[in-house]
C-alpha cells in the first residue's frame, strides 16, 4: 500500500493560476506518453509515486491519450483506485476533448455534444465524480464559439468540472472566448499550449501577450522539444530514442547538423549555468511571468527528479537571455 512521503510539501513551488484562488506545482506530470495501453503499470505506478513525494499535485489527461484512445485515463484511474484516492483532495486532475475520440460526426471538435459526451466517458475510465481542471482542447473552425464555451458553462454548472481551460488557442480567438465565459461567470482560469525554446509559436500568434493582459494562467507541453532540449541528441540520434522508437511526433530529419549544433550551443550555456540542458530549458521557461506550471512527459522515476532540479536555478542574466535567443 502506497504512503506518500511526509516531506512532499517541503521543495516545490506553487505558483497562482491567473486570478484564481487554484495554484499548480512549477512541475507538473503529464500522461501523454508511457501511461497508455503500451506502457508497463508497474513504471506508470512508480512515476507517479515519485512525483508526489516531491510534490507534483497535478495530473494531466485528455480523452485521446493513449496510443489506444482512453488507455491512459484508465490507467490512471486503476491508479487512483488502488492507491491514491485517499489522497484526492490533495490532487488536481485535468483532462481535454477537442481531437478525434471515436467514429461518426460527434467525436471530435468543440459540439456541446461531443464535449458533454467525452467527459462523461473521462469520469468514467478515471472513476471520478469530477475533474479539477477541463480543457477545450483545441479551436474549432466551424462549431460556433459560443456554443463550446456553453458547453464548458454546463460542465461546471453539473459539478464535473472545477475549472476550465483552453489549449492550443491563438491569442485573437482566447480573448473572444474568454469574453464570453466572462459574460457565462464560469471560472476560466488557465490556457495550455506547446512552449519551448525552440518552439515560439505562442509569442507570435499573441496567446503569450493575451495570457498576461487577462490575467490568466499558462501551463506549457513539450518544453523539451520532445527531448531534442536535453543530453539525448548531443551526439546524433541513440537507437533507444523515441525517433527511433515511436517516430510519430519527432521525425529523424528534425535532429539535422544545424539543429544539432544550436543544441550543442544551448548545453554550453547550462554547463556554464550549472545545470543540464534539460533543466535549463526548463527554468527558462518557469521564469517568465506568464507561465504557471511546465508539464513534463517522463519514461522512468529518475526523470521526474531531474527535471524538478530545475526549479533550483529559474534566474537568467540578459547575456544568458540573448545567446539562448539567437541559438532558437
Keep these: 500500500m502506497y504512503i506518500a512521503a511526509d516531506k512532499r510539501y517541503e521543495h516545490m513551488e506553487y505558483k497562482r493560476?491567473?486570478?484564481?484562488?487554484?495554484?499548480?506545482?512549477?512541475?507538473?506530470?503529464?500522461?501523454?506518453?508511457?501511461?497508455?495501453?503500451?506502457g508497463v503499470y508497474a513504471n506508470m505506478e512508480q512515476m507517479c509515486f515519485t512525483a508526489f513525494d516531491n510534490g507534483i499535485t497535478h495530473f494531466d489527461l485528455a480523452n485521446n491519450y493513449g496510443p489506444k484512445y482512453g488507455s491512459a485515463e484508465?490507467?490512471?484511474?486503476?491508479?487512483?483506485?488502488?492507491?491514491?484516492?485517499?489522497?484526492?483532495?490533495?490532487?488536481?486532475?485535468?483532462?481535454?476533448?477537442?481531437?478525434?475520440?471515436w467514429e461518426g460526426p460527434y467525436g471530435n471538435w468543440g459540439s456541446r455534444k461531443y464535449l458533454i459526451a467525452s467527459l462523461d466517458q473521462?469520469?468514467?475510465?478515471?472513476?471520478?465524480?469530477?475533474?479539477?481542471?477541463?480543457?477545450?482542447?483545441?479551436?474549432?473552425?466551424?462549431t460556433p464559439l459560443e456554443e463550446t464555451m456553453g458547453a464548458l458553462e454546463q460542465i461546471v454548472r453539473?459539478?464535473?468540472?472545477?475549472?476550465?481551460?483552453?489549449?492550443?488557442y491563438d491569442g485573437e480567438t482566447l480573448a473572444r472566448a474568454s469574453a464570453i465565459l466572462e459574460d457565462l461567470k464560469?471560472?476560466?482560469?488557465?490556457?495550455?499550449?506547446?512552449?519551448?525554446?525552440?518552439?515560439?509559436?505562442?509569442?507570435?500568434?499573441?496567446?503569450?501577450?493575451?495570457?498576461?493582459e487577462l490575467n490568466k494562467g499558462l501551463i506549457t507541453f513539450s518544453p523539451l522539444a520532445q527531448g531534442l532540449l536535453s543530453d539525448r541528441y548531443l551526439n546524433g540520434i541513440p537507437e533507444d530514442s523515441r525517433i527511433k522508437k515511436d517516430g510519430r511526433f519527432l521525425k529523424e530529419n528534425?535532429?539535422?547538423?544545424?539543429?544539432?549544433e544550436k543544441i550543442r550551443g544551448l548545453n554550453d550555456i547550462a554547463k556554464k549555468r550549472g545545470q543540464k540542458l534539460s533543466e535549463m530549458a526548463l527554468a527558462w521557461l518557469l521564469a517568465k511571468e506568464e507561465v504557471t506550471s511546465v508539464l513534463i512527459g517522463a519514461s522512468k522515476p529518475s526523470q521526474i527528479i531531474d527535471n524538478i532540479k530545475a526549479t533550483e536555478n529559474t534566474e537568467f542574466t540578459e547575456e544568458e537571455l540573448k545567446a539562448i535567443d539567437a541559438l532558437s
Design 122 to 142: 473521462s469520469l468514467k475510465r478515471m472513476g471520478l465524480d469530477y475533474v479539477d481542471i477541463f480543457y477545450h482542447h483545441r479551436m474549432d473552425p466551424e
Design 186 to 212: 464560469v471560472p476560466f482560469i488557465i490556457n495550455q499550449n506547446r512552449y519551448s525554446i525552440f518552439d515560439r509559436t505562442v509569442e507570435k500568434n499573441g496567446l503569450l501577450a493575451k495570457t498576461g
Design 158 to 168: 453539473s459539478g464535473k468540472a472545477l475549472y476550465v481551460g483552453l489549449s492550443n
Design 74 to 101: 484508465s490507467n490512471f484511474g486503476k491508479l487512483l483506485k488502488e492507491h491514491l484516492m485517499k489522497y484526492r483532495d490533495e490532487l488536481i486532475i485535468s483532462t481535454k476533448a477537442g481531437y478525434d475520440m
Design 254 to 260: 528534425a535532429v539535422d547538423d544545424e539543429r544539432l
Design 17 to 38: 493560476c491567473g486570478r484564481s484562488g487554484l495554484k499548480l506545482p512549477a512541475i507538473s506530470l503529464g500522461l501523454w506518453h508511457n501511461f497508455g495501453d503500451t
